[in-house]
């Protein structure tokens, strides 16, 4: 089972399908073992929300649809970063926290559901304590 970090997303989009084919056909086939973190939803959000209000409506509008289509496909396995996994994220060391900040929600997000997480960069979750993989590179078997 794998909790999607918010830099592998882009691949489902309509611009991102090209670029890493072998990417999405795993993604196609892993969907029913794929979950998306309450902090990707916000992570996306947020990048629409700038594109708005830099008057990038082009941009935005398609992101946006997509965004929701994304969120109507996932919206059984969406897991938030709740009271559970607050104290995993506490858990998580300062120096791995001073590594890269702001990984940790979803690492302790993937580790209290005891999930993998495919990630453009590995680096950034290595120190975390939490099983990770570059998708881009290698495509995990699937259990």
Known sequence: MF???TNVIPALSPSGREAARDLVVWLDRASRHLFVSAITA???AS???KAEREGASATARPRREWWQAIEHLYREKRLPFD???????GAIP??????RAGFEDIAATARVHGLTVPARSPRNFEPLGV???DPFQVCPSLP
């Open 94 to 99: 300062d120096d791995a926290r001073a590594h």
């Open 131 to 133: 099983p990770v993989l």
């Open 42 to 44: 916000a992570e996306v």
């Open 83 to 89: 009271l559970e996994c607050a104290p995993a994220a």
């Open 3 to 5: 909790l999607l970090d």
């Open 47 to 49: 990048g629409i929300a």
